[in-house]
């Protein structure tokens, strides 16, 4: 192949139409009508049709062309041509071709698969439109979020894997030896953010986190990944209103700049155009009484199902915030409502469409004499919360935060049925491999 012939992604054809260039990448599809080939390439940007013609090129260049086969790697070389039958608008009508690999036997064949076959072949399936276009919005949402919480003045502090204690409850956590004494996969950065909201005023973790859940639904895994803004100074009202303008703003901008990979998955966007400020607040009597209404066998202080967020935000057209739940329920560092000591100063934020939880949070108890005894009630071990009890002892403020789980958020947006295909090797209670 000629080092003066430009070498450029295939999403860059439009700059080069009439051009002779150079493309490289893996044969996604092909057919042929006997004089002429029409080879789809995929180098990681985008697919281009390149056609092959028997009459224009020399017999061994028509000769690899017939011989390429699914995922066989090459280089070829072509005038980019316009085309407004293709998705692309462009065409690359074929010149030289350089086979680099001939893949033989790819497993995942354009006929329908098992979805056990295709995740036994994660790695491979990755390669495929759908999956192309879901990884893409991941990618587009997590520089959202970044840029989110850059602009609004926090700082990214990352919380540790490896934790003395558990967060979010003792029956989900993974255990591991750290050098002889027990430690535990993390189930969230909260209590480190809070050191962080004391030290920073803003800060956020983005990391994975770790749950030990013996659920096979749709909504679960047991490696995921958590954004997690805390923010001193702050009270609910506050912490609702973050979090709403937050997730305004990473719809927003998924909307704008994924409106191709959208269309790949056949979403619905005029649902997600619909994600605008305000969200409607619900407080927790409220919504248990909606729901009994609804017919929905639940009773006060019980926590929602799947079926009970799908039933309540069936009634709206948007996110709604529930608020307020019972303090029984809710974690120990959740503060209790001083106007209701049976509430806690919590929030849920329900996705629409029945996708449920997709923000959690609220405001953090100060009082250190509060936690000491919340921390004896649900027999913790009262050593490894000194370092948090010490962010009581020395300037406690009124904070606040939340959790945002991206592959629950990637779900609901891409209006996908199951978790699994937000992640790019998911880890579920059946599955550790590939």
Not at 80 to 109: M, N
Request: aromatic residues 10%.
């Amino acid at each position: 192949m000629s080092t003066s012939i430009p070498n450029i992604a295939i999403r860059e054809v439009s700059d080069f139409e009439g051009q002779v260039v150079q493309l490289q990448g893996w044969i996604y599809n092909s057919r042929s009508s006997g004089k002429i080939q029409f080879l789809q390439l995929r180098d990681g940007s985008a697919i281009i049709q390149c056609v092959n013609v028997k009459a224009e090129v020399d017999p061994e260049v028509f000769e690899t062309g017939a011989s390429l086969t699914q995922e066989s790697s090459v280089r070829i070389i072509g005038e980019v041509r316009k085309d407004d039958r293709s998705p692309l608008g462009f065409e690359l009508g074929v010149q030289g071709i350089e086979l680099l690999h001939l893949a033989k036997d790819y497993p995942i064949s354009p006929k329908e698969h098992g979805v056990a076959f295709l995740h036994d072949h994660r790695h491979l399936w990755l390669r495929s439109k759908r999956q192309h276009a879901i990884l893409s919005i991941r990618n587009e949402l997590i520089f959202a979020i970044r840029d989110y919480f850059y602009t609004q003045g926090f700082i990214n502090l990352d919380a540790p894997i490896f934790t003395p204690n558990a967060c979010e409850g003792t029956t989900t956590l993974f255990q591991t030896d750290y050098y002889g004494q027990p430690a535990f996969l993390t189930q969230s950065g909260q209590l480190y953010m809070e050191a962080g909201a004391l030290a920073f005023g803003k800060a956020y973790c983005f990391g994975p986190t770790f749950r030990a859940e013996k659920s096979k639904t749709r909504r679960h895994l047991t490696e995921f990944w958590m954004v997690e803004p805390e923010l001193a100074f702050a009270d609910l009202e506050q912490d609702m209103n973050l979090a709403e303008d937050f997730l305004v703003s990473i719809v927003s901008r998924v909307l704008d700049r994924c409106q191709e990979h959208l269309k790949v998955l056949e979403r619905d966007t005029s649902k997600l155009e619909m994600v605008q400020k305000p969200f409607p607040r619900v407080h927790y009597n409220d919504a248990i009484k909606v729901l009994k209404d609804l017919g929905q066998d639940i009773e006060w202080g019980g926590d929602f199902g799947a079926e009970d967020e799908t039933k309540l935000t069936q009634q709206y057209d948007r996110p709604i915030i529930v608020h307020r739940f019972p303090s029984a329920i809710k974690a120990f560092y959740m503060r209790e409502d001083p106007t209701d000591p049976k509430l806690s100063l919590s929030m849920d934020v329900l996705g629409p469409e029945g996708y449920g939880e997709i923000i959690g949070g609220g405001e953090r108890e100060t009082s250190l004499e509060v936690l000491e005894k919340k921390i004896e009630h649900d027999q913790l071990p009262k050593e490894a919360f000194q370092w948090y009890l010490d962010l009581r002892r020395y300037g406690s403020v009124p904070h606040a935060g939340f959790g945002l789980g991206l592959e629950r958020a990637i779900t609901w947006i891409c209006g996908l049925h199951h978790v699994r295909e937000t992640i790019p090797f998911p880890r579920m209670m059946e599955r550790l491999t590939p």
